[in-house]
């Protein structure tokens, strides 16, 4: 069992930065590989970022690439997602997810834990 706690969300203005933590409690941090997903209002929830379970290998939905920055620190039982550039569409919750494997992915089915969110509001 995995549990996951996500911090570092807010308000911030259109150009602005946000780094956002998720903090893992349970056995083997190490072993799973972890992503970042959002949700706005009314729509899906959608993949942002995964790193696979050694931090080498990481993956970017495209509307984020070269903006945001996904990295890990397994003696912290932590992953950050930090977040530059920031756009208005960016708005919504951000998820943590744990996955058991050693590679990241951006579907949401294969994802085995889930933290509760912590909400991103980019304003103009």
């Known amino acids: 069992q995995v549990q996951l706690v996500e911090s570092g969300g807010g308000l911030v203005q259109a150009g602005g930065s946000l780094r956002l933590s998720c903090a893992a409690s349970?056995?083997?941090?190490?072993?799973?590989?972890m992503a970042w997903f959002r949700q706005a209002p009314g729509k899906e929830r959608e993949f942002v970022a995964a790193?696979?379970?050694?931090?080498?290998?990481?993956y970017y939905a495209t509307s984020v690439k070269d903006r945001f920055t996904i990295s890990r620190d397994n003696a912290k039982n932590t992953v950050y997602l930090q977040m530059n550039s920031l756009k208005p569409e960016d708005t919504a919750v951000y998820y943590c997810?744990?996955?058991?494997?050693?590679?990241?992915?951006?579907?949401?089915?294969?994802?085995?834990?889930w933290g509760q969110g912590t909400q991103v509001t980019v304003s103009s």
């Open positions: 997810a744990a996955r058991r494997g050693s590679t990241g992915s951006a579907y949401l089915s294969e994802y085995d834990y």
């Open positions: 349970g056995r083997a941090f190490s072993s799973y590989a």
């Open positions: 790193i696979s379970f050694s931090g080498r290998n990481t």
